[in-house]
């Protein structure tokens, strides 16, 4: 039977387009209710959208059919004013054929919905209306969830009558149609900017690009990307499903020539495109633009934008590296919870150039204690064999990233949930993560999501063309609400910075012993204290010693404290001699650190520190090591690192890398010889957006290696103390002062500010 258009089917008559409704008044009635529209998610298939399914027409090409993908399509019911609804029949497509699955909501505002029909099956009988009766409820929308059918995941209904009573309500002389949406992969549009097929106000894209020449990777804010801004290198809509795509080279945009991984990568942004609110803030303190755990500190959650926090995504990873060291062909990062200094969670996708399957695996690095290392398909080695379950280049699949607190006694636990779900719909978990020992649950501490393609890999011979690409289709980030009542923050002694005056350019001292005393007998001299051991420090004119040995050992010494302005650079240099034994496979062997010292007096003085007597004075500190590889058996290996002081409580300065965070490393292969002399430096420059830190080692007036790294959005601004520590048997063979062979010999040292 085919009626005229938009003349509502029933059980009884229906009214005609412009007229009222029948008998909707009565609420003892059950009569056809006027539904005024019927809308979708935009995602229907061509000319089958979802206002067929109220004009009357009972023929198979005057339907709604929406593919589910993955999900249920919701199809919207408006009564155009609260109603007394007492049933809704639906004529199924291919009705008498197949069962299709669904259920069945309604909602008086169109905001909290209530299930009516309980998720289940059509009859599978007939092509003709299919009742589904209830308590009568109040209700102006009325929303079917539609689940796909016992063939597919297709959904599609060919008409739908509402019964019940209330009030007269007038149909639009014109449908209500739904815009279609694109027609790539899950809606999107291969015709517009990533900006327009997502929701980007809430995030930030860096890319490797360096346009400005300001010699760091750019950064496009969220109005400007929200509103379209691409980049054809790099972050742009893929053309044949529209879905976003995120491609980095190794020779994207550096600090220096040997600067560590590069990355297209959006950063989530809580602040939402107002400016007034800042990414960060000094102290590490959150604010309205970051998130914390619900295992925080009332007040950090007060002071937060929102509390957990779950990030989802559908991707495909299209490329990866194909060379380079061992340890990093084929891994990138997709999907990160950024922390203020670590990352709770790191996850990778790799493929060795031999496997035909990838594998993903996360790491958890923690505030404090060791990073771990967590295999959810296949295995992070870089010798695996193909693992069967894992996943290949295209496909596509998805990601849940979840933290979630939960109760234990009196305390919430942070615990870190991730999901993998394949394109056949089949899910994997990882064991959920127990995160109470990590360190983020504390008041300087706050959260932010990342996702894009982070390479893992600087050693492509091939940078220009060895890249990774990674494609997302959908991509969302939700919070809890933080609380609106709790007490403020109370920052820490060492968050708000000592009054300091700005930097002047000029040497600030340039120390040559020439005087045989570590004292500042001079004018150009500085004060020198032993840091782990008193035995650390031997001293005779023209060279002071950092005896070591076999015995791991430190030396500082402090200057008045100088805060950085804008392209100023701090520099320390330092001239010395190996002695006549070097030892071999000494990794990050010989470090160097600057800090600010917080105003600490006691730091002025000889102090002591080892793994079993830390020192708190050193906790805290806020700076940076750089260090160097000793006699490594692989010469190509040794680097220069980069790393953060953390505030933590390890008390030993340069004692360990555990109170570190590190940043980045590179530089040219080097090697140290015994009895040589050598100049290094280590500089910071303040630049408008971070901190770049650097190193570089020098012999007979050649630079040997060289590497800088960009600590962006760095709060560090103020030094004041340098230090030098050697590991045990790393120069030299006796731990005794005024003995042969029993470490460094220091010739000069100097720190000064450049303009």
Known sequence: MRK?????????????????????????????????SATDDGLYEETHGPENTIDGDFQSDSRWSNQGQGEPKPLLLDLGAPQTLKSLSVAWHKGDSRKSAFSIETSVDGTGFTEIVPAGQSGGTTLELEAYTFEPTEAQFIRIIANGNESNDWNSIVEVVATGCGVPVEMPDQPVLTERKGTGLFGLDPEKTPGENFDLLGWYVTTPADDDGDGKSDSVYEAELAAGWTDPRFFYTDPATGGMVFRVTPAGAKTSKNTSYTRTELRG????????????????????????????PLSAQTAAAGVDGKMTATLSVNQVTRQGKAYQVGRVVIGQIHAKNDEPIRLYYRKLPQNKFGSLYFAHDPEIGKEVWVDVIGSRGDRIDNPDDGIALDEIFSYEIEVKGEPEGDQIIPMLHLKIIRDDGSEVMAEPFDMRDSGFSVEDEFMFFKAGAYSGNNTSPEPETDFDRVIFYKLDATHDPAPTDGPALEMKANAAPVEIAPAVPGVIFEDDFADGSRDAGGASDANWWTTSSSSAIEIAPGALGLVSGGSGRGIRTTFAPQALADGQTLVASFDFTTPESIGTDRDSAFRVGLYDKLGRAELEGDLSASSKSPNPLYDGLPGYMIDFDIGLGNPDAANIDVRKHKDDTHGRLLGTTKGYERLGGGGAPYQFEPGTSYTGTMAVKKLANGLEISGSLTKDGTVLTEFSQLDEGSDVNNFGMLAFHVNSKTFGTSKKKDTPDNGLDFSSVSVEILP
């Open 4 to 36: 005229s258009k938009w003349i509502v089917m029933g059980v009884c008559v229906a009214s005609v387009i412009g007229s009222q409704a029948m008998a909707n008044a009565a609420c003892d009635a059950d009569e056809s209710l006027t539904i005024v």
């Open 269 to 296: 942004m809580l602040r939402r495109g107002d400016y007034a609110i800042q990414t960060r803030v000094d102290g590490g303190y959150p604010n309205k633009n970051n998130w914390v755990f619900s295992s925080a």
